[in-house]
C-alpha cells in the first residue's frame, strides 16, 4: 500500500514515517510513505505556499495551485487514481471503520491543511475529509501520520501475530483487558508501604480462567469509561450478565 503525503514540512513526516510498526512496514516493503514537498510544486521565487483570505480576516490561506500541481504530479508518477484526502477540523472524524475502509484502497494520497485552512477550491479534488477529534491542531500532519499508522497495520503481515489486530480493542468493539509482566510483586513507591500485586489468577497456569477474567475486565473497564461504546459491541450471555450485575444496560 501506498502513501503520498503533501506538506509543507517533509522533513517531520518523513522522519515520523520511519518509526515503529510503519518503519518496519516500509523496510519490509509492505508499505511506501513518500512524503511530497509543497513549496516544489510553486513557481515563484519566495516558494509561497499561502495568501491572505479573499473578504479579509485573520490568518493565512494555503493557496490551490501547488496542490493542484502536487496531485497531478503524483497521479502521473503511479498512473492511477488514488484516493485523495485532506486532513481538516471539518472531516469526517477518523474511527477504525474509517481506518478499515482506507485499508481496502492501494494508494492514498494525504493533503495536509495549514494556516487558517486550505482554497475552497481544492475540495474539487478531494475524495474526503478526514479530522482525527475534536481539538485544535496547528496543521495536517500529525492528522496524516495517525491516518497512515492506523491503516497500515490493517496492511496483511505489517503487524505480527503476537500484537494481532484481529484481537485489538476496538475492532472487538471493547476496551481492553489489563497488563501485567514481572514483577509479581513491587513496592507501590512515592513513601507508601503498600504492595502492588499481579493478580492471582494470571500466574495460576488455568488458561480458561485467565481467559474469563479477562474478558470480565475488559467489559467491566469499557462500562466504567466508556459506556458508548457497549452500544455497538457483540456481547455474549456471559457478558450481558456480568453487565446486568454491574447494573449496566444488558440489551445489547
Ligand atoms: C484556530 C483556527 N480555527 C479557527 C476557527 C480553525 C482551524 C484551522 C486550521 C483550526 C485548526 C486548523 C488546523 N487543523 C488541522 O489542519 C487539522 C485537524 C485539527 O485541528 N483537529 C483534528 N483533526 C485535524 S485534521 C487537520
Do not use: N
Not at 500485586?197 to 469509561?225: C, F, N, Q, Y
Request: hydrophobic residues 40%.
Amino acid at each position: 500500500m501506498r502513501f503520498d503525503i503533501v506538506t509543507i514540512f517533509p522533513g517531520m513526516v518523513a522522519e515520523a514515517a520511519k518509526a515503529g510498526v510503519v518503519g518496519r512496514a516500509i523496510e519490509r516493503g509492505l508499505v511506501t510513505v513518500k512524503a511530497h514537498d509543497l513549496r516544489d510544486f510553486t513557481t515563484d521565487r519566495h516558494r509561497v505556499v499561502d495568501d491572505v483570505p479573499y473578504g479579509g480576516g485573520p490568518g493565512m490561506v494555503l493557496k490551490p495551485e501547488p496542490l493542484f500541481r502536487a496531485l497531478d504530479a503524483i497521479e502521473a508518477e503511479s498512473g492511477r487514481k488514488p484516493l485523495v484526502l485532506l486532513t481538516s477540523p471539518q472531516g469526517t472524524r477518523l474511527t477504525q471503520a474509517v481506518v478499515e475502509r482506507l485499508s481496502r484502497q492501494p494508494q492514498i494520497v494525504l493533503l495536509c491543511g495549514r494556516y487558517e485552512g486550505v482554497d475552497e477550491r481544492v475540495r474539487s479534488r478531494v475524495d474526503e475529509e478526514i479530522s482525527i477529534g475534536d481539538y485544535v491542531l496547528s496543521g495536517g500532519e500529525l492528522a496524516a501520520l495517525v491516518v497512515v499508522d492506523a491503516v497500515a497495520r490493517l496492511v496483511p503481515e505489517v503487524v505480527g501475530d503476537e500484537e494481532s489486530v484481529a484481537h485489538d480493542s476496538f475492532s472487538r468493539g471493547l476496551l481492553d483487558f489489563p497488563h501485567y509482566t514481572r514483577p509479581a510483586e513491587m513496592s507501590a513507591g512515592g513513601g507508601e508501604q503498600a504492595t502492588l500485586r499481579v493478580p492471582d489468577v494470571l500466574m495460576s497456569g488455568h488458561h480458561a480462567e485467565i481467559r474469563r477474567w479477562r474478558k470480565r475486565e475488559a467489559l467491566l473497564r469499557t462500562l466504567e469509561r466508556r459506556p458508548d461504546l457497549l452500544e455497538g459491541a457483540a456481547l455474549d450471555d456471559e457478558e450481558r450478565a456480568w453487565l446486568r450485575e454491574h447494573g449496566g444496560r444488558a440489551d445489547s
